[in-house]
Every structure is written in C-alpha cells, then in structure tokens.
Nanobody, 115 residues
Framework: QVQLVESGGGLVQAGGSLRLSCAAS????????MAWYLQAPGKQRELLAR???????GYADSVKGRFTISRDNAKNTVYLQMNSLKPEDTAVYYC?????????WGQGTQVTVSS
C-alpha cells in the first residue's frame, strides 16, 4: 500500500512563497499521474495541479502562473512551489493520484497565508 506524507506547509505573509513536498512510500507511485489538492475550511477538497509521469503539468485557473508542480520519480516525491501566496490560499494541502482510484489520503500540510 502506498502511503503519502505531505510536508512544507506553514505560516507565510501574503506575497510570500512556500514549497510543499509529498513523499510516497512505494515506488509504484512513480507510475501514476499525481496531483495536489486543497481543502479550505468548510469546503470540499479540490484539485489544484496535476502532473503526468513524464512531467506534463496542468493547473486550476486559481493558481495558474503562481504555483508550479513538479516531481522526482527517483525520489518518489511530488512538489508544489507556491509563489505570490494570497490569504485565500489558506487551506490544508494534500497530494494523491490525479485519477481514480485514489490512494489513501495522507495527513496533509497546513498552509496559512496572513494578509
């Protein structure tokens, strides 16, 4: 069973940057298209960015031009570089497969952007 561990969140001022990491325990994760999701308080989890095995990326309109997803298949790790952060980016961030069936969710990493 693949386990996902997200890290890199924290408190940052508006306009700042953070880099999130998602480490997958099993090598099989390198074969999947992966994605970052966010869940804001009181809202449903939504997909922000996705990346194929060969590195082709796609983004939600809300983060296009500000966030960059990348992956290192040798390290079984997916990254999310977050620039120009806004208070509305405050949420818990998770990684998972981009397509069904999803893996078991990790604990996520909290990102808080102060104005």
């Amino acid at each position: 069973q693949v386990q996902l561990v997200e890290s890199g969140g924290g408190l940052v001022q508006a306009g700042g940057s953070l880099r999130l990491s998602c480490a997958a325990s099993g090598r099989i994760a390198s074969f999947y298209s992966m994605a970052w999701y966010l869940q804001a308080p009181g809202k449903q989890r939504e997909l922000l960015a996705r990346i194929t095995r060969d590195g082709t990326a796609g983004y939600a309109d809300s983060v296009k031009g500000r966030f960059t997803i990348s992956r290192d298949n040798a390290k079984n790790t997916v990254y999310l570089q977050m620039n120009s952060l806004k208070p509305e980016d405050t949420a818990v961030y998770y990684c998972n497969r981009a397509l069904q069936p999803l893996l078991e969710w990790g604990q996520g990493t909290q990102v808080t952007v102060s104005s």
